[in-house]
């Protein structure tokens, strides 16, 4: 039990009793929000209520000092926002004292994506058995139309409509979209459909349900490991490559954005940053200035 004083404990369990009714949390995140805010009211030497703006620094401040990552205080940060937020909600406070506080700024580090010729070479092999052919049918979906885990997945066969060549995604937030799916992709999904059963899922899983994440993950893995003698293939990097590949060739960031499903377009801008690093490459292996600077070790300085 965290030991703080009897009002703030009140304050943080209805808080936490808000978090796991109302908003729906899980358990796991709820702990993590205990865990998190109690340390800071404990840190206190005020009430949380009469903490100031400076003190909020201060306590960042803390965190820094006994070498706490970057992205963790960043978490903390935002776990004591949420709880200064309630209270103004319930009239306890008339400002958040922690609007203001900025964590520290951490680099993003750019996801692996695969380059094209190790993407055909995974999608290079013989759709034989059923399970072969369900395997093969996933990779072309991440790879042929971005999908998250989730969203493939939970895939139901009325979501296909393979004579128009689209899939009806139904991703974060329960929003919905449109995505076009690839000649290659449509026939695999066609062939895979033929000899599955037919039922609500289209990769049905045991008891009825669909097929789980964790199967998916390790199918993808074993299949990595045979095509590429690699096994740190996961579903999310077939999603970046996707992205990255259609950026190389359309350069149409606000349509990847509709493709993806991401509601801001920040988080798209990622992969301007892979699609910059691919570019810089091929500048550096191809272009004449580029290697001419680099056999004499000096810098052409002309605009």
């Given at each position: ?13 209805a ?55 970057n ?5 903390n ?64 979906l ?38 076009p ?18 039922g ?13 994440p ?7 893995k ?10 740190s ?36 801008q990622i ?33």
């Open positions: 039990m965290i030991n703080i004083g009897t009002r703030d404990a009140e304050y943080l369990e808080f936490l009793s808000k978090l796991a009714q109302q908003r729906d949390y899980s358990a796991l995140t709820v702990s993590a929000y205990k865990r998190e805010v109690g340390r800071y009211i404990q840190w206190l030497d005020t009430s949380a209520e009469n903490a100031t703006a400076q003190i909020v620094s201060a306590y960042i401040g803390h965190l820094k000092s006994i070498g706490l990552a992205n963790s205080i960043q978490r940060l935002s776990a004591i926002r949420s709880f200064y937020r309630f209270l103004q909600h319930q009239g306890v406070i008339s400002s958040n004292p922690a609007a203001a506080s900025r964590g520290p700024k951490h680099k993003r580090r750019l996801p692996k994506v695969l380059d094209a010729d190790q993407a055909s070479q995974l999608l290079n092999f013989e759709d034989m058995s059923p399970q072969t052919l369900r395997d093969k049918a996933l990779l072309e991440f790879y042929g139309s971005g999908l998250r885990l989730s969203e493939v997945a939970n895939l139901a066969n009325a979501d296909l409509d393979l004579e128009q060549g689209m899939v009806r995604v139904t991703g974060k937030g329960g929003k919905t979209r449109d995505v799916l690839g000649r290659v992709c449509i026939q695999v999904l066609q062939r895979w459909r033929d000899v599955s059963d037919g609500h899922w289209l990769f049905p899983g045991r008891a009825g349900k669909s097929i789980s964790r199967t998916v993950q390790n199918r993808l074993q299949v990595a490991a045979q095509q590429l003698g690699d096994t293939l996961h579903p999310h990097m077939l999603r970046h490559s996707y992205a990255t590949h259609m950026l190389e060739s359309s350069g149409d960031l606000r349509g990847i954005q509709e493709l993806l499903g991401h509601s801001d377009i920040a988080t798209t992969y301007t940053h892979l699609d910059f690093q691919h570019l810089a490459q091929v500048y550096d292996k191809a272009h004449p200035r580029a290697l001419a600077s680099k056999s004499t070790g000096t810098k052409d300085n002309q605009d």
